[in-house]
Antibody
Framework: EVQLVESGGDLVRPGGSLKLSCVAS????????MTWVRQAPGKGLECVAN????????EYLDSVKGRFTISRDNTKNTVYLQMNSLRAEDTAVYYC???????????WGQGTLVTVSS | DIVMTQTPLSLSVTPGQSASISCKSS???????????LHWYLQRPGQPPHLLIY???SRFSGVPDRFSGSGSGTDFTLQISRVEAEDFGVYYC????????FGQGTMVEVK
């Protein structure tokens, strides 16, 4: 079964840091782009960051550039999202997704909740 | 960045009736490889989104044929014929040309 499992979400104070992880199984992880998508409470979907198969091509949402870092370890079938200088507006469920081709996202993980609040 | 605009933002539908959602992009989604990277997702309450339609009109694995997508360039439509209970939720269009962006979402609810 193709599966993605996120972890690392938590309550953190503004200005704090958090690292999310997503472990993939059921497919050849190193053959795919991977993306983090977030959804603020009651809001729509945003692509936060993505990276290509070997991790050398990376894109970020403008509002997280310089604060978030996406990376991957193909030996561990894992993609990460290091989040620094967190703000209240970063509060969201963060989903890990496999990009099958130009935004054809499947599967989606169940998501991990990040809450930034004092 | 490409802006995706969906209409309507909400829709009340009687089960068994049809529904249609429009999605317009601020730029053409026709890629240099000849494909158009416009996709549709459904998010049911409390669940992550899942893929329904990719590249304008191709139904993803397991998606019933009551779902159909059409359009080209900047104008796209998702049609649902004979809406069933499992079809209620929020529908998002998404363009896959970098950077990828979603529409605002259209909530389809029971009338």
């Amino acid at each position: 079964e193709v599966q993605l499992v996120e972890s690392g979400g938590d309550l953190v104070r503004p200005g704090g840091s958090l690292k999310l992880s997503c472990v993939a199984s059921g497919f050849t992880f190193s053959n795919y782009w991977m993306t983090w998508v977030r959804q603020a409470p009651g809001k729509g979907l945003e692509c936060v960051a993505n990276l290509n198969e070997d991790g050398r091509l990376i894109e970020y949402l403008d509002s997280v550039k310089g604060r978030f870092t996406i990376s991957r370890d193909n030996t561990k079938n894992t993609v990460y999202l290091q989040m620094n200088s967190l703000r209240a507006e970063d509060t969201a469920v963060y989903y890990c997704v496999r990009d099958m081709s130009f935004g054809r996202f499947d599967p989606w993980g169940q998501g991990t909740l990040v809450t930034v609040s004092s | 960045d490409i802006v995706m605009t969906q209409t309507p933002l909400s829709l009340s539908v009687t089960p068994g009736q049809s529904a249609s959602i429009s999605c317009k992009s601020s730029e053409s989604l026709l890629h240099g490889d000849g494909k158009t990277y416009l996709h549709w997702y459904l998010q049911r309450p409390g669940q992550p989104p899942h893929l329904l339609i990719y590249e304008v009109s191709s139904r993803f694995s397991g998606v019933p044929d009551r779902f159909s997508g059409s359009g080209s360039g900047t104008d796209f439509t998702l049609q649902i014929s004979r809406v069933e209970a499992e079809d209620f939720g929020v529908y998002y269009c998404m363009q896959g040309i970098h950077p990828k962006t979603f529409g605002q979402g259209t909530m389809v609810e029971v009338k």
